[in-house]
């Protein structure tokens, strides 16, 4: 029966640290405040002339290199953001020359935000099972801070997000006990006002106007706490989802990521999982939600570390705008 194995990981962010006191320049907020609500320290935002294919693109050859790859073997392109290089065509034809992936490759985009890696890791794992690719190079990317309204309007929301790409190469292998087990998605679109940016959009004609602009549409918005007390309900519902179709409890999981939001949500999700702190990874304090490149950066950094070994259970979890929320569960 085939699988889907992580071959090699990789990852790159801006060089540019912007800390809570540098946001507090530009806003009224405070470290105290971000740091208390958030865990966030620091993030890496470009100079501004680097974009989302800029950073995969790096991370993209970080992984096929782990994995002993070149841009010729990939056959399938999945490419997950919420920050596009342009409105279209997606940033996965964007990133294929860019890489010297083979023209005719097919190139898909995943718009899933927070959830973006693992609705791509599910359509990427299911193709892989049936046969039909053999290297499929599944990256997320986001360049938020070119879209952030650093004003006091905004605060809620720009201290939250970062730049970064993270990148995963995916490769059946003829065995049973390895690579992924489970992994389940799901979405419940009536809350989709509640973390979204308006505008563009063919809701209006034209899709963007100075109203818009100026009544500030054209940035994300947010119900903080809606979408707190949610990811903190549905993340766990979803590992415990998983682990059951796999037939696998809790206690067996060597590492957690969950989706890098917010380091009191990642905390509250752990704590109703019931999983001791040794078994999960954070790094939202060092890098700030980068939505669909969090959970492969996270994994990455473990791979590089040598925090994983062969045999161990690998459980990720995501939600994010949409809401769209999912799981995947691995044997490493
Ligand atoms: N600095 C200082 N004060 C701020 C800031 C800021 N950056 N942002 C908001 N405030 C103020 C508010 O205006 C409010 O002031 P008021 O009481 O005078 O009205 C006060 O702080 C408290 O605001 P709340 O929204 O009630 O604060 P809360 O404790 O809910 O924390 C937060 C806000 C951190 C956004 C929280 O709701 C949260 O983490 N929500 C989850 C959202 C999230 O993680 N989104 C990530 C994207 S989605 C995803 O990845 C899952």
Redesign the pocket.
């Known amino acids: 029966m085939l699988r889907t194995i992580i071959v090699g990981t990789g990852h790159h962010v801006p060089e540019r640290v912007v800390t809570n006191n540098d946001l507090s320049k530009l806003?009224?907020?405070?470290d105290e405040?971000?740091t208390q609500?958030?865990g966030i320290k620091e993030r890496h935002f470009t100079d501004g002339t680097e974009c989302g294919t800029d950073l995969a693109k790096v991370a993209c050859e970080r992984a096929l290199q782990m994995a002993g790859r070149t841009p010729a073997d990939v056959d399938l392109i999945i490419y997950a953001t919420l920050s596009p290089d342009h409105e279209f065509p997606g940033s996965g034809c964007f990133i294929q020359p860019k890489l010297g992936i083979t023209p005719g490759t097919p190139a898909l985009d995943v718009r899933n935000q927070?959830s973006g890696f693992i609705y791509g890791l599910h359509v990427g794992d299911a193709l892989i099972r049936q046969g039909l690719y053999k290297n499929v190079l599944l990256v997320g990317a986001e360049v938020h801070s070119h879209g952030l309204d650093f004003s006091d309007r905004g605060?809620?929301v720009a201290?939250?997000f970062g730049d970064g790409a993270a990148a995963v190469l995916l490769s059946p292998v003829e065995d049973d006990s390895r690579g992924v087990l489970a992994s389940v998605i799901h979405s419940d679109g009536r809350s989709a006002r509640d973390?979204w940016l308006e505008a563009p959009g063919c809701f209006g004609k034209p899709r963007v106007n100075l109203q818009h602009v100026e009544e500030g549409r054209h940035f994300p918005r947010?119900e903080?706490?809606k979408?707190?007390v949610n990811?903190i309900q549905k993340m766990p519902e979803a590992v415990q989802e998983v682990l059951a179709r796999a037939g696998q409890k809790v206690e067996d999981l060597s590492l957690f990521i969950a989706?890098q939001?917010?380091l009191?949500?990642c905390d509250g999700v752990a704590q109703r999982l019931g999983l001791p702190p040794d078994k999960v990874y954070n790094n939202i304090q060092r890098y700030g939600?980068t939505?669909a490149a969090s959970i492969p950066l996270a994994l990455d950094e473990c791979v590089r570390a040598g925090r994983l070994k062969q045999g161990d259970l690998v459980c990720l979890a995501a939600?994010?705008?949409g809401y769209t929320w999912g799981a995947a569960l691995l044997r490493w």
């Open positions: 806003m009224t907020t405070s405040w971000i609500r958030t927070c605060r809620d201290v939250l973390l947010m903080g706490r979408v707190f990811a989706h939001a917010n009191r949500i939600n939505t939600f994010g705008a």
